[in-house]
């Protein structure tokens, strides 16, 4: 059997209001705290556009290369169920904002084009919790502007699926559209998944398509996506029917649990919305938001490669991470060794934050100040051994780079007199590892080394020791 995948996700805009009020689109707060007459489904309450939700759902089509509407209007899409206070959802059938569209993705080791086939704009349900025997409705989140980027059916795997979530949320991300936080709910996916054999497959004839809703997390939803596909295998192979249905996905067992039968468009009755006017964009307007649109993950890549000449497994670590990214920009405004700071964070900053030691989007410090140490390490002020413990104490006191090294005396020092007393001291107190050394034993070297350095705590140059260390034990000194 072969699977055949489309995918619906939906992406909470980074705006400050609702779609058609006034409330804050902030994630949390108390219950039905950021509520008005509008957005909790009262009568008579009159809708109000948000410009900035319009322009975000342009942007992210120019980011996902479609073809912008001049004309889009909006219907009702009428359900009943608890999460929609006013019964209706405000979203988009006939006059999406975008339409068409593609994004690359990469899979299996080979790359596949998967299309688009529209982008709409619409606004967000409440939210329910269930305990003790009641239910109870929030609608904070109700009306918050979102937007439902519909794909055609180009998947065929669960790597597939994957690869175009992980690309299309970092695409949002740096497009400074959506903050992708699948865990509060502002990027989450509809899996739609139907079983054929290949050749009815290849004659355009699909089985009966399911839909799982509301994943989120990358990892929910490729272990969704197998779990249906095995499912549905089964019960084609053992004779029986796939029943058209709404699904959902428990991550804790992996278990497929029915929810619905799975409507169609027609089944929600849309109908023109009379109080929300169609929208007329100008292609002057247009350009306007094309040129606005952020640098995107591809072309920051390219920047790296080329222009800082990054090695490219590199560069796709500092991509990964929007904040890192950005933090990684500003740092190499202040200090242009692009490999060496690529290298420390990498290396050492991005490995305290996978301990939990340091949050990207909240350091203690500023890229200027971490290029900064980076800066003094290359300029031979600071002794790279002890790079990693001043980064340490940047981030536990808050302290500047000149700060710590001038409390902590970190200074490189050109005093060859103190060098040398150091390495008398320590070759007086090792007779053993240097008559090893003096015997051919060259490994001793090392230790001995080890021991000048702890002396000096840093304080000189590493090449200056072990040209002193490498003089007193030839007996040159």
Partial sequence: MYATIGLE??????????????????????????????????????????????????????????????????????????????????????????????????????SRTIRLNRIHLEEDAGKLTHGGGKSFADYNRAGVPLIEIVTEPDFHSAEEVIAYVEKLRQILQYADICDGKMEQGSLRCDVNISLASVADTAAGKLGTRTEIKNLNSVKAIGRAVQAEIER??????????????????????????????????????????????????????????????????EARYRRYADEFGLPPKDAAIILNDKNVS???????????????????????????????????????????????????????????????????????????????????????????????????SVIAANPKAVEQYRSGEMKVFGFLMGQANKELKGSAAPAAVKNMLEKKLKGHG
């Fill in 326 to 424: 950005d933090f990684f920009d500003n740092a190499v405004k202040h200090y242009n060794n692009y490999k060496t700071l690529a290298g420390f964070i990498i290396v050492e900053l991005l490995r305290r934050v996978n301990l939990g030691e340091v949050d990207m989007a909240a350091l203690p410090f500023t890229a200027g100040e971490f290029a900064e140490l980076q800066r003094f390490v290359d300029e031979g002020k600071i002794n790279r051994d002890i790079r990693k413990d001043i980064l340490r104490d940047m981030i536990e006191s808050t302290k500047t780079v000149k700060e710590i090294c001038d409390e902590k005396n970190l200074w490189i020092k050109e005093d060859s007199g103190a060098v040398e007393a150091v390495i008398d």
């Fill in 232 to 297: 549905q295998t089964d019960i084609i192979e053992s004779g029986g029917r796939v029943i058209q249905q709404t699904l959902r996905f428990n991550d804790a067992n992996g278990e497929i649990i029915p929810m619905r039968t799975k409507e169609d468009a027609h089944d929600y009755r849309y109908f023109p919305d009379p109080d929300i006017p169609p929208v007329i964009l100008t292609d002057e307007e247009l350009e306007r938001f094309r040129a606005a649109l952020p640098e995107l993950p």
């Fill in 9 to 110: 996700t939906h992406a909470e805009l980074l705006t400050e209001s609702k779609l058609f009020c006034s409330c804050s689109a902030k994630f949390g707060g108390g219950e039905n705290e950021h509520c008005c007459i509008g957005c909790s489904g009262f009568p008579g309450a009159q809708p109000s556009l948000n410009k900035k939700a319009l322009e975000l759902i342009i942007r992210a089509g120019f980011a996902l290369n479609c073809e912008i509407s001049r004309l889009t209007k909006w219907e009702r899409k009428n359900y009943f169920y608890p999460d929609l206070p006013s019964a209706y959802q405000v979203s988009q059938m006939e006059r999406p904002v975008c339409v068409g569209g593609e994004l690359q993705i990469e899979a299996g080791g080979e």
